[in-house]
């Protein structure tokens, strides 16, 4: 697991500076990545070690990483966003 310092290092790593990005991964890593697995903390370590471009397109639904594990980390955190959604 990820001490406390590398949680916090995490959400920050989680800014991307793109909104679409920042929307997505902010909000799973500051709820979400402490109470995951640590497998799956690493996956996302990984996943944010990725180019944005390359994020976007994967989030966005344009194509896939072709790595089972950040393909499965991207629909983690696509699922975190869809049901945290409020509806007015």
Known sequence: MLNQTEL?????HSRRGMLELDVLLGPFAAN????????????YVRLLG??????FTWFMGHGASGDADLDAMVKLV???AKSSQVSA
Do not use: G, H
């Open 8 to 12: 916090k290092r995490q959400i920050w």
């Open 78 to 80: 696509k699922d975190y």
């Open 32 to 43: 979400v990545l402490p109470s995951i697995s640590s497998q799956e903390q690493q996956t």
């Open 50 to 55: 990725q180019q944005d471009p390359d994020l």
